[in-house]
């Protein structure tokens, strides 16, 4: 185990530091390629990297064979030094690789998303038989909106030797084409905008390598460009310029050329792909003479009793030793991911609510220990104390102490505030370095490292902003990809229990970034982002936080409230006093609004120019309307507008907030059954207010602008929303048939179904209701006798079939059921309830 005195001295270097993320889709190698960077770095044996999974740390990820939690690990590497000077024997450079291996599976998608947050650079991990799929898009996605810089590691190469059994040349395509496609990824979402990461990969660069995370080998162009210079003398650049692309050698001549001619072999192939599987196959069928020939030409120093091992073992300890893949990825992580010095000059802007010339965000620039204290809190983990957690994150600048008094800032401070309930000034009890599992205990760390802090986790629910300067603002809350949308209802099975459920309730909230613990309509309901996260999180509660009995309810989806339509009338409402009116209407937002302001683009509080000019020329609002928009809802930045059409009206800014309480209630429990609205404008017409305050409160207003939604709701066709999935099924093409009749019969739409080239896989894409969902994964194994693998990605809302006013539409039965559920009437109250007579 490396010594903390180490670890701690290149703390202090930042240029010596790099903050990665390994991230991919499900099954792709993850875990067992971070085995063999945790061996180079000797926190597990050689031998063991590749099936010790060491940064599984959970039972259930060992029995799943899948990653469900964010582990992170800190690596100290000794390395040569990239620029040697001949006088003297070079000494060997430190560095200290703060790695985190985070679940490739969808539902876990806000474990990626937290650990993207703490790091600079991303190790991107590709299958090279399945190529880029669905998640590692979302991934990459998620990357380059953290201004997160990746490199790409193409995995499972033995597959395609040994399995498919390509040609060189097939199999070079197949390569160049996942390298192309995730270049696409790249471009697409990495434009312009996000220049400072944006990057070509292309293995002539060295940004990408190729190898065997399970078998412990990989190479990058790099390391054959080297053995061929040392052979021949000429420049390492010029061969590896040679060894991608259209460049061919002809063996006679020993001349290269652009096109392939008579005689011609691509480079690639012939100085890459061809030695390597000449020894992948002779090792594995034990032709003894043949490579022990190969082993004293290449040098690779194996001793007599490792050469005297069989198959899979002598194929093991000879490419590990003639390229370890740890060497290939380091190369890479330090050669081409950026410092915590570099990374922070153009990470900042996207991190900091604050003014970007304030204390706080010059510092965080600058990545300076001496700065003021600024830490991003991204996750708890829990500790060997039950029910504690370390919360972890990143020092964006000045260096955190054990002891240390500090301000902890939640999501909801507001500096502009006097007195937030979100802000508590405590001291640190204790910092330290997480070690995959473990902790070593260490007195403080400086800017641009990862760390653990013992004792913060009572002051913040999940994220939060550490500083030492008292006009800080808080660093961004994460965004996630994906959102809770299936829920269950827990309850204990012995009443005596229930205080042990709550408690269990809030570690678990705790422990997930995403999940959501709520107390509704007398019970209690966990959410989370499909059926294996609600499960995992299940079990958690049940034998980790509560530790008692919990029985469950059938999983429930979360439904919104829409309309359809124009009102078909102007809806009025009196105060209860009868004293004030008002007359409203509701409409539904053009196509597309109401998914611009979910995910941010369209924001209340950003610029009011900016703002208007885009709702005019994308949506053709009216300008006058546009300056006219009250709020949008709920929480202040939701799918839902309210705009004031009223012309002269006396007394309108002294009831505005009032108005504006209203629509907030409305907005988070509309008139069908109580669910979340969206995608809806409601427009005030008119109104007549009693010029005394005193008739005028909340109380008199609150409830009548609520009733007049409410009835402008119901005269525009109210609709129910349900939310949908991107489904994509890998399988072999004879099963696509089974795949397309299961979708068909739980109401899904097929989108394409494509031929992966080079392989007998096809790609099946649909939308599927995700209340459709439930048990899907299992039919779908089932029917096709494992052979089809599915990964669901929440996708967007759509309508529910049939009106809800219908008790016999499918809309009608769900919302009576939703209704039943919530303890609510089953009949919808109608129209009278809501609306005033003049």
């Given at each position: 185990m490396v010594?903390?005195?180490?670890?701690?001295a290149?703390?202090g270097h930042?240029?010596?530091?790099?903050?990665i993320?390994?991230i991919?889709?499900?099954?792709h190698?993850k875990?067992?390629?971070?085995?063999?960077?945790l061996a180079?770095?000797?926190?597990?044996s050689?031998?063991?990297?590749?099936?010790?999974?060491?940064?599984?740390t959970?039972?259930?990820e060992?029995?799943k064979?899948?990653?469900?939690?964010?582990t992170?690990?800190?690596?100290?590497y000794?390395?040569?030094?990239v620029?040697?000077?001949?006088?003297?024997a070079?000494?060997?450079?430190a560095?200290?690789?703060?790695?985190i291996?985070?679940?490739?599976?969808v539902?876990?998608s806000?474990?990626?998303?937290?650990?993207?947050r703490?790091a600079?650079?991303?190790l991107?991990?590709?299958?090279?038989?399945?190529g880029?799929?669905?998640?590692?898009?979302?991934v990459?996605?998620q990357?380059?909106?953290?201004?997160?810089k990746p490199v790409?590691?193409?995995?499972?190469?033995?597959?395609?030797?040994?399995?498919?059994?390509?040609?060189?040349?097939s199999?070079?395509r197949?390569?160049?084409?996942?390298?192309?496609?995730?270049?696409?990824?790249?471009?697409?979402?990495?434009?312009?905008?996000?220049s400072?990461v944006?990057?070509?990969?292309?293995?002539s660069?060295g940004?990408v390598?190729?190898?065997?995370g399970?078998h412990?080998?990989?190479?990058?162009?790099?390391?054959f460009a080297?053995?061929?210079?040392?052979?021949?003398?000429?420049?390492?650049?010029?061969?590896?310029?040679?060894?991608?692309?259209d460049n061919f050698?002809?063996s006679?001549?020993k001349q290269?050329?652009?096109?392939?001619?008579?005689?011609?072999e691509?480079?690639?192939?012939?100085?890459?792909?061809e030695?390597l599987?000449?020894?992948?196959?002779?090792?594995?069928?034990?032709?003894?003479?043949?490579?022990?020939?190969?082993?004293a030409?290449?040098?690779?120093?194996?001793s007599?009793?490792e050469?005297?091992?069989?198959?899979?073992?002598?194929m093991?300890?000879v490419?590990?030793?003639?390229?370890?893949?740890?060497?290939?990825?380091?190369?890479m992580i330090?050669g081409h991911?950026p410092?915590p010095?570099?990374?922070?000059?153009?990470?900042?802007?996207?991190?900091?609510?604050?003014?970007?010339?304030?204390?706080?965000?010059?510092?965080?620039?600058e990545c300076n220990?001496?700065?003021?204290?600024?830490l991003?809190?991204?996750?708890?983990?829990?500790?060997?104390?039950?029910?504690?957690?370390?919360a972890?994150g990143?020092?964006?600048?000045?260096?955190v102490?054990?002891?240390?008094?500090?301000?902890?800032?939640?999501?909801?401070y507001?500096p502009?505030?006097?007195k937030?309930i979100?802000?508590?000034?405590?001291?640190?009890?204790?910092?330290?370095v997480?070690?995959?599992?473990t902790?070593?205990?260490?007195?403080d760390?400086?800017?641009?490292?990862?760390?653990g802090?013992?004792?913060?986790?009572?002051?913040?629910?999940?994220?939060?902003?550490?500083?030492t300067y008292?006009?800080?603002?808080?660093?961004?809350?994460?965004?996630?990809?994906?959102?809770?949308?299936?829920?269950?209802?827990?309850?204990v099975?012995?009443p005596?229990?229930?205080?042990?459920?709550?408690?269990?309730l809030?570690r678990?909230?705790?422990?997930d970034?995403?999940?959501q613990?709520?107390?509704?309509?007398?019970?209690?309901?966990?959410?989370?982002?499909?059926?294996?996260?609600?499960?995992?999180?299940?079990?958690d509660?049940e034998?980790e936080?509560?530790?008692?009995?919990?029985?469950?309810?059938?999983?429930?989806?979360?439904?919104q409230?829409?309309?359809?339509d124009?009102?078909?009338?102007i809806?009025?409402a009196?105060?209860?006093?009868?004293?004030?009116?008002?007359?409203?209407?509701?409409e539904?937002l053009?196509?597309?609004?109401?998914?611009?302001?979910?995910?941010g683009?369209i924001k209340?509080?950003?610029?009011?120019?900016?703002?208007n000019?885009?709702?005019?020329?994308?949506?053709n609002?009216?300008?006058?309307v546009?300056k006219k928009?009250?709020?949008?809802?709920?929480?202040?930045?939701?799918?839902?507008m309210f705009?004031?059409?009223?012309?002269?009206?006396q007394?309108l800014?002294?009831?505005?907030?009032?108005?504006?309480a209203?629509?907030?209630?409305v907005t988070?429990?509309?008139?069908?059954?109580?669910?979340?609205t969206?995608?809806?404008?409601?427009?005030?017409?008119d109104?007549?207010?009693?010029?005394?305050?005193?008739?005028?409160?909340g109380?008199?207003?609150?409830?009548?602008?609520?009733?007049?939604?409410?009835?402008?709701?119901?005269?525009?066709?109210?609709?129910?929303?349900e939310?949908v999935?991107?489904?994509?099924v890998?399988c072999p093409?004879?099963?696509?048939?089974?795949?397309?009749n299961i979708i068909?019969?739980?109401r899904?739409?097929?989108?394409s179904?494509?031929?992966?080239?080079?392989?007998?896989l096809?790609?099946v894409?649909?939308?599927?209701?995700?209340n459709?969902?439930?048990g899907f994964?299992?039919?779908?194994?089932?029917?096709?006798?494992?052979q089809?693998f599915?990964q669901?990605?929440?996708?967007?809302?759509?309508l529910?079939?049939?009106?809800p006013?219908?008790?016999?539409?499918q809309?009608?039965?769900?919302?009576?059921?939703?209704?039943?559920?919530?303890?609510?009437?089953?009949?919808i109250?109608t129209l009278d309830?809501?609306?005033?007579k003049?």
């Amino acid at each position: 185990m490396v010594v903390i005195d180490k670890l701690r001295a290149v703390m202090g270097h930042q240029e010596r530091i790099r903050n990665i993320a390994v991230i991919a889709h499900v099954d792709h190698g993850k875990t067992t390629l971070t085995d063999s960077l945790l061996a180079k770095a000797g926190i597990i044996s050689l031998d063991q990297a590749g099936t010790k999974l060491a940064t599984s740390t959970r039972e259930d990820e060992r029995q799943k064979g899948i990653t469900i939690k964010s582990t992170a690990v800190s690596l100290y590497y000794e390395l040569d030094p990239v620029s040697q000077n001949t006088d003297k024997a070079p000494e060997k450079e430190a560095y200290l690789v703060n790695l985190i291996d985070s679940p490739g599976h969808v539902d876990f998608s806000s474990e990626v998303t937290a650990a993207l947050r703490v790091a600079d650079g991303a190790l991107v991990v590709v299958d090279c038989i399945s190529g880029a799929c669905v998640q590692t898009e979302t991934v990459l996605r998620q990357a380059l909106m953290e201004r997160i810089k990746p490199v790409l590691m193409i995995n499972k190469l033995d597959r395609a030797i040994f399995e498919t059994q390509l040609s060189p040349e097939s199999l070079y395509r197949q390569l160049r084409t996942i390298i192309e496609n995730v270049n696409i990824i790249l471009a697409t979402y990495g434009g312009e905008e996000l220049s400072p990461v944006y990057t070509i990969l292309h293995p002539s660069k060295g940004n990408v390598s190729f190898g065997s995370g399970l078998h412990g080998w990989g190479f990058n162009l790099k390391q054959f460009a080297s053995m061929y210079s040392r052979k021949t003398g000429v420049k390492e650049e010029k061969y590896m310029a040679r060894l991608w692309g259209d460049n061919f050698y002809n063996s006679e001549t020993k001349q290269w050329s652009k096109s392939q001619e008579k005689g011609y072999e691509r480079g690639f192939n012939k100085f890459v792909l061809e030695p390597l599987i000449q020894m992948l196959k002779a090792t594995k069928a034990n032709e003894t003479e043949k490579v022990e020939k190969m082993v004293a030409k290449l040098e690779i120093k194996v001793s007599q009793e490792e050469l005297e091992q069989e198959g899979k073992q002598l194929m093991r300890k000879v490419m590990k030793k003639w390229m370890p893949v740890a060497d290939a990825m380091l190369d890479m992580i330090i050669g081409h991911l950026p410092s915590p010095l570099v990374a922070q000059k153009y990470r900042t802007e996207i991190l900091y609510e604050g003014p970007l010339d304030d204390p706080a965000a010059t510092a965080m620039k600058e990545c300076n220990p001496n700065g003021p204290l600024m830490l991003y809190i991204s996750k708890m983990v829990p500790s060997s104390d039950k029910g504690r957690f370390y919360a972890v994150g990143r020092v964006f600048s000045g260096t955190v102490a054990t002891g240390q008094t500090v301000r902890i800032m939640g999501p909801d401070y507001n500096p502009g505030k006097e007195k937030n309930i979100d802000l508590f000034v405590k001291n640190i009890p204790r910092t330290v370095v997480m070690m995959a599992g473990t902790v070593l205990p260490v007195d403080d760390v400086p800017c641009g490292n990862i760390v653990g802090l013992v004792g913060i986790d009572k002051y913040l629910r999940k994220t939060g902003t550490i500083s030492t300067y008292d006009h800080a603002h808080n660093l961004k809350v994460l965004k996630f990809s994906v959102s809770p949308v299936v829920k269950v209802a827990v309850d204990v099975v012995n009443p005596a229990d229930l205080p042990k459920l709550v408690e269990g309730l809030k570690r678990l909230s705790k422990s997930d970034p995403m999940v959501q613990c709520t107390f509704d309509g007398g019970q209690h309901i966990v959410a989370g982002a499909g059926e294996l996260h609600l499960e995992i999180c299940l079990n958690d509660l049940e034998n980790e936080y509560a530790s008692v009995p919990i029985k469950k309810s059938a999983p429930v989806v979360n439904y919104q409230e829409t309309v359809s339509d124009i009102s078909d009338r102007i809806c009025l409402a009196k105060s209860n006093n009868k004293l004030c009116r008002l007359f409203m209407t509701s409409e539904p937002l053009p196509d597309g609004l109401a998914g611009e302001m979910e995910q941010g683009t369209i924001k209340f509080d950003q610029d009011l120019k900016e703002r208007n000019r885009h709702l005019v020329e994308t949506y053709n609002f009216d300008l006058d309307v546009t300056k006219k928009i009250w709020c949008f809802g709920p929480n202040g930045n939701g799918p839902n507008m309210f705009v004031d059409l009223t012309k002269g009206v006396q007394y309108l800014t002294e009831i505005k907030d009032t108005l504006k309480a209203g629509f907030e209630w409305v907005t988070h429990e509309g008139v069908l059954c109580e669910e979340v609205t969206r995608g809806i404008r409601f427009n005030l017409h008119d109104a007549h207010i009693h010029s005394d305050p005193a008739h005028r409160k909340g109380s008199q207003l609150i409830p009548a602008s609520r009733r007049c939604m409410m009835a402008s709701m119901l005269t525009a066709k109210p609709r129910l929303l349900e939310p949908v999935y991107m489904v994509e099924v890998q399988c072999p093409s004879s099963v696509v048939g089974v795949v397309f009749n299961i979708i068909s019969r739980k109401r899904g739409k097929i989108i394409s179904a494509t031929e992966l080239d080079g392989t007998p896989l096809s790609l099946v894409r649909a939308h599927l209701p995700v209340n459709e969902s439930f048990g899907f994964v299992g039919e779908l194994r089932g029917n096709t006798s494992g052979q089809a693998f599915p990964q669901c990605t929440f996708d967007h809302w759509q309508l529910l079939p049939g009106d809800p006013l219908d008790n016999t539409s499918q809309a009608g039965q769900t919302v009576r059921e939703i209704r039943q559920r919530k303890g609510l009437n089953v009949v919808i109250p109608t129209l009278d309830n809501f609306l005033d007579k003049m």
